[in-house]
Structures are given as structure tokens and as C-alpha cells.
């Protein structure tokens, strides 16, 4: 089967992964020459009755919960979708900062319904590329041919619907998925026609073997790397340097525009401090940045060789110089006790706070080959089996979780003890959401004055008062 890309954009009911849920999914199929193959999918995720949507998120989308419960696929459904139609085998998934947020969402849905949360971005011959960083370097390092867009304060800024404005791209529903995918195509095909080798050498830089070769602690070369951890005024650019193994085998780059010197001789708890630092302690007055970051291999990084400066005056768009650049990273290869504090303070860090909730625990472990089996078994049971599938998981994560899969998809197979298991778990889980819920909805019903914005707050009112106990769902709005 061909190499295609497959753009797609989803609006979600928030921003976590872990607690939000996709309320609608876009995406257009291309072959590597950007031209639409079949028609575009364009369809409704239904809410569950257990979500509280962010109301400044629906704000944005125009998205209600009832639309997507009479219109929408079960996450099941919608599951298989992706599996099948979608995520094919040889299918390059594109989109626009998808890597860190629609890539999420899209594993925590398999999560949620059995189904392997990483194979549908790496498996035969599938693989994954974030335009966010490619538009980033183009901009930092071969802007010519695309007018950039900036804040009405001049600042620098990437956001789509500025982008396609400011180059004549059609993006008439910003913020509507399909909208965003078509003007992500577009944006796309602006970027391989004005810059087609810096677009080829990105495209191949979505491999994590392409990017071991460029960085690794071995060679330990100066790399050029765009990153939105970097410096607005620098374009998001910096050269940065493999200093030493990070955990899951990524690795720890020092951004060589700092000079390292204040550094070397730091305790390990002394730099574990400003690692650690809060916002407003990196603002005050003396504060010296810790200027390191894990660089995952598995991310599609935007990474390139320091030889890509000497053309259209690199180093100066990215206020640099080799001068600058090799003081700094020999004081870092004088320094070795610098890099291995480094490194021990990086496998002591410590862990994200862990979830009670097990459709949050997907990071907290892989399922071992048994699981991995009772998990495709459930999976494929028709609604008749799953109601008398009784598995023996050994990862505590699955009972919990397969019991929430059948209220939400298959609500009949449930026995009386786990539909009463699942009422207790929806009430407490509604709760949980309901007081910033309430804030934002009394905070948006006295200040919002389109009546457009207006009904979709009368309908999340009425969603809660649906799905909620009266007792919760009486409660005063926070105005």
C-alpha cells in the first residue's frame, strides 16, 4: 500500500488528555503530493454522561454536548473508525501541535476502549509529523516566500487561522476541525513549494532513528533545534548540545546561547533548585536559568545541522554565532561532573502525581502479554459476549476500566453490581468537576453578550441538570 498523509484536527471538550474527551474529529487523506484521496471524514464524538465539558472550550468550538449525543459515534465506534478506516498501515498521521495534544487524546480513547494505545502511530509502516515545529524553523531559518504573521504588540506568533489570513488561504470556521485540517493542508503545500528541501529534510526527520544520528551523547555535536520551550525573539531557535542520556532513552540538550560557567560547580541541589523553580522565581532579579531540556527522539523534534546557518544569514536570524557557540560548549566538555549531576537529577525527577482514576493511569505501566490478549478479547466480543465475559486481569487497572466500557458502549451488558459500581464512580466523578464547572459557567453567563455563546451556556446548564442527581445539579451558578 502507498505512502499517504492524514491530516486531521480534533475539538475537545478541554485541554487534558486525561479528563477531556473528543466531542468532534476531522481529517482529510492525501498522497505525499498533497492531493485529496476520497472524501474527507467529518463526524461527532458523543459526550458521555459522565464529562462536565470546560465551558471556555465550547465558547471556542460552538459545540454542544446534546449536538454530539444525537449525532455523535459512541467512543467505540468511533475507536474502530480510527482503526480501521483511518489509521491504516503506511499512513503518515499529520497535524498542527498534534504530537503534544490531538496524538494524547487519540491514546487515551484506545485506552479507554481497549485497544493498544501506540501501535495505530508506529505499526506497519505508520509514523507521525507535527506541523508546528516544521512552520517554527521554516520561519527561523528559511522564512522567504511566506508572509509571517505577528501580535498587534509585533511579537512573533504561529497561530493557524493568522497564518492563513496573512498568506490568502481560505479558513472561513477556525476553530471548526475540518476547517482547520483544510487550511493545515494548505499551509502545508505553502511551506513544500516555497521551501521544498527544508520541507523534504523534515519530513524525513519524523523517524527517531533519523534524529539518533543527528543527536546522541556519542558524537556530541551542536545541533540547530526549534522548539516552543525556546525564546520568542530567537524564533523558537537555538543550537543546543547532547549533554547526556535522559530517561526512555531520550536525551538532555543544554542550550549553548547560555554560557555554562555559573553552572559548573553547582551542587546537585543547588541546580535542582532552579530546575524545579517556580514562574516567579525564574522572573526575579540574579535568577540563573538552568538551560536544559529532555529531547524525546519519538516526537518528530525539528532538529538540523549546524550547516544549515551559513545560507540566508542563519546564525544572525537566530542572533548566534560560532564564536559564542564553541566557548560554550567546551566549558561543557571541560565539565563532565556538570553533565552526570545533570543526568542523576533527571532519573530523580520526580514523576507526574499519579491519577486514582484508571482511565488516567495510562502511563502508569504497559499490560504484560496475558492482558495484552483478554484486552484484544474484549475488544472484538460482540454486546452478547462482553455481557458474560468475566476476565481474570492481572493489571488492577483492567476490571475497573472494562466496567466503564460497557456503560458507556454496551450499558445493557452490565450486571446489577456493576451498573451500581458505575453509578457510584459517574455521581463522585461528576462532583469532582462540578465546582470549576459551575465557576466558569456563572463567570461566562454574566460576562458573554452574543447570543449565540449565550445558548450554548443555557445548554450546558441543562446538561448538567441530565445527567446530574438534582441535588448537585440545583446548585447556584458561581457568577
Known sequence: MAQTFFFYDLETSGLSARDARIMQFAGIRTDMELNPIGEPYNVLVALNDDTLPSPEALMVTGITPQQTVADGYTEAQFAELLTSEVFTENTIAVGFNSIRFD??????????????????????????????????????????????????????????????????????KAHDALSDVEALIAVTNLIKQKQPQLYSYLLKMRDKNEVKKLVNVDDKKPFVYTSGRYDNEHDKTTIAFPLTPGKNGN????????????LLNLSQDELAKKMYASWDERQ????VKLPVKELQYNRAPAVAPVGVLEQADGWKRIHLDMETVEKHKAALLSAPHFAENIRSLIEKRPEFKKSKDVEAQLYDGFLNDRDRLRVETVR??????????????S?????????????????????????????????????????????????????????????????????????????????????
Open 103 to 172: 496524538d494524547e487524546f487519540v491514546r487515551h480513547l484506545f485506552w479507554r476502549t481497549f485497544r493498544d494505545p501506540y501501535e495505530w502511530s508506529w505499526r506497519d509502516g505508520r509514523s507521525r509529523w507535527d506541523l508546528l515545529d516544521v512552520v517554527r524553523m521554516t520561519r527561523a531559518l528559511r522564512p522567504e516566500g511566506i508572509v509571517w504573521p505577528v501580535t498587534e504588540d509585533g511579537k512573533a506568533t504561529n497561530r493557524l487561522e493568522l497564518l492563513t489570513a496573512q498568506n490568502g488561504i481560505d479558513h472561513l
Open 251 to 262: 536525551v538532555v540538550v543544554y542550550d549553548l546561547r547560555y554560557d555554562p560557567s555559573p
Open 284 to 287: 526575579s532579579e540574579g535568577f
Open 380 to 393: 472484538n466480543a460482540t454486546e452478547r459476549e462482553l455481557a458474560d465475559f468475566q476476565p481474570e486481569f
Open 395 to 479: 493489571d488492577e487497572r483492567l476490571g475497573q476500566l472494562l466496567v466503564h466500557y460497557k456503560a458507556r458502549n454496551f450499558p445493557k451488558t452490565l450486571t446489577d453490581s456493576e451498573q451500581h459500581e458505575w453509578e457510584r464512580w459517574r455521581i463522585a466523578h461528576i462532583q469532582d468537576q462540578l465546582p470549576e464547572f459551575m465557576k466558569s459557567l456563572g463567570r461566562l453567563s454574566a460576562t458573554e453578550k452574543d447570543e449565540n455563546k449565550q445558548f450554548i451556556l443555557q445548554e450546558l446548564q441543562l446538561w448538567l441538570e441530565s445527567i446530574a442527581p438534582t441535588d448537585l445539579s440545583s446548585q447556584d451558578v458561581d457568577a
